[in-house]
């Protein structure tokens, strides 16, 4: 049986408390009979490949691969993986470059399979960057099997890590917010957004979201969010919130079973 990541009552307590048990609980979802068997596969078999096909040609890299980078509902759709891989990320017409999700970028770009690059898979330290990457998403996955909202803030707080440091321009970095629906969840929760806003054209969009951090943040400078204060603002903003709704919804669902009770 796996381990499973324990979130106590979910939502701000239990965001505290995983805060505080994060070191001990990833490490026993590190050494789970399944993630070790995957991580020593693929630490003693990546180095001998050297392309596209040979990463896609194994099952079991490339799970961990893909997994690594939250790409792992792609693992049936290898054609389209290989067109990723190969992109030519100097070419910003290339695929990898033209999806609005920046993780196939990421991946193509670690892996370094396309003509113009240099494979990494050889490459010191290599190995253990994409399993510690797997590990990471794997302790994610589990911890949303208690709570979703803890999930998405766990997602949050990596990926603005990364955001925040990357030479993209601000508007760029929001854009790249709204085409990720983890991570739009986050802001338009913790914005207080509905889900109409998602209809509105893009451009209104970006000037209410950025309106929204200018708001709540004094800036809607993405680099902000190389502070961690900043995202730990955001993510319990959103949290609670995200509380607030659930509350709502359940008072009003046990009034509703009142009235037709007739009590």
Do not use: C, H
Not at 24 to 49: C, E, H, Y
Not at 191 to 214: H, N, V, W
Request: glycine fraction near 8%; hydrophobic fraction near 40%; avoid cysteine.
């Amino acid at each position: 049986m796996s381990y499973q990541v324990f979130t106590g009552s979910g939502g701000l307590a239990g965001w505290t408390l995983l805060n505080k048990t994060a070191s001990r609980q990833r490490a026993l979802v590190a050494s789970d009979g399944a993630v070790t068997t995957a991580t020593t596969n693929f630490r003693a078999k990546i180095g001998s490949v050297t392309s596209a096909d040979g990463l896609l040609s194994d099952y079991r890299l490339l799970n961990v691969a893909l997994r690594a980078f939250g790409l792992e509902g792609d693992i049936g759709n290898r054609a389209f993986m290989r067109k990723v891989l190969e992109s030519d990320l100097s070419d910003k017409g290339s695929l990898a470059n033209r999806l609005s999700n920046k993780s196939y970028q990421r991946l193509a770009e670690a892996f370094g399979f396309s003509a113009a690059g240099t494979s990494q898979t050889q490459k010191p330290g290599f190995a253990d960057k994409i399993t510690t990457q797997y590990v990471e998403r794997e302790f994610e996955a589990r911890v949303g099997e208690g709570d979703q909202n803890l999930r998405l803030a766990l997602n949050a707080r990596r990926e603005l890590a990364s955001m925040a440091d990357r030479s993209s321009s601000n508007d760029t970095k929001w854009f790249e917010v709204l085409a990720s629906k983890p991570l739009r969840t986050v802001f338009a929760g913790a914005f207080g957004f509905s889900s109409a806003y998602g209809k509105l054209p893009i451009d209104r969009q970006l000037q209410e979201f950025t309106k929204a951090a200018d708001k709540m943040f004094g800036t809607d400078d993405m680099k902000q969010f190389a502070n961690p204060d900043n995202v730990e603002k955001l993510v319990r903003t959103f949290l609670a919130r995200s509380a607030i709704q659930v509350d709502t919804a359940s008072n009003r669902y046990s009034t509703a079973l009142t009235l037709l009770s007739g009590g």
